[in-house]
């Protein structure tokens, strides 16, 4: 969906570096999402956003962060990254209620 | 937490065939939602299903909401070779503020 763009798209880092990866939507939603996926697993929710003042943790937040610096936007960190943070890395917007979610192409974490 | 079965978690078959899968909750949902994801891409919404029995169609795509809100399906009719990918469910209750992910049917379609 180009109307959620993430960024880098590939990443190969280090054990112990700090990472950020970034998302930005035109799509004017309010809600924005952090979601990680492994093999098998499905999307697991990492961090939510319902508007730029507030920040909630979801299933599976410990070892990241995240900052909404305004409605476009929405980054997530891995302050320290490990090896088992490797993997797919999606952002997703919704508007608001039941509505569905729509998701950027997602970045490709590799920690080596 | 509430989580969601797929099944199968993966198949293969001949183009020109049929295709069923489901997706299960231990909880009632009010929202059942569709997406197919293709490699190198996020999931796509296919279908969006908000009432119990609900019936609702995307082309070739046809997915219900199960009477018991327990359960939703997907069928796609007459495969072809561009619905390989992986189809994932989502649900949501009355009293969760986000959409609960299924671990996805993996689809092969051999020509």
């Known amino acids: 969906d180009a109307d959620v763009t993430q960024t880098p798209r590939n ?45 909630n943790k979801g299933e599976i937040s410990d070892g990241y962060s995240v900052s909404r610096q305004a409605q476009a936007k929405f980054s997530l960190s891995l302050e320290s990254a490990i090896p088992n943070q490797t993997a797919l890395y999606f952002c997703a917007t919704s508007d608001m209620g039941q509505q569905p979610q729509h998701f950027g192409d997602g970045t490709r974490l590799s920690i080596l | 937490g509430q989580q969601l079965n797929q099944s199968p978690q993966s198949m293969f078959i001949q183009e020109g065939e049929d295709v ?64 390989v990918g ?3 469910c989502a649900g949501r209750d009355n009293y969760g503020q986000n959409f609960v992910f299924g671990p996805g049917t993996r689809l092969s379609v051999l020509p």
């Not at chain 2, 939602?33 to 296919?46: F, N």
Request: proline share 4%; with cysteine.
């Open chain 1, 11 to 55: 990443r190969i880092t280090k054990t112990g570096k700090r990472i950020m990866l970034e998302c930005s939507q035109t799509k004017g939603h309010d809600r924005m999402y952090w979601y990680r996926q492994d093999p098998g697993l499905g999307l697991r929710l990492i961090y939510y956003s319902f508007d730029v003042k507030d920040i």
């Open chain 2, 86 to 88: 992986i189809y994932f």
């Open chain 2, 20 to 83: 069923s899968m489901n997706c299960t909750s231990s909880s009632i949902f009010n929202t059942w939602l569709w997406y197919k994801q293709e490699p190198g891409e996020g999931p796509v919404l296919l279908i969006a299903l908000y009432k119990a029995g609900e019936l609702t169609s995307n082309g070739r795509l046809t997915a219900q909401f199960g009477i018991t809100r327990k359960d939703s399906f997907l069928n796609i009719s007459a495969s072809i070779p561009s619905d």
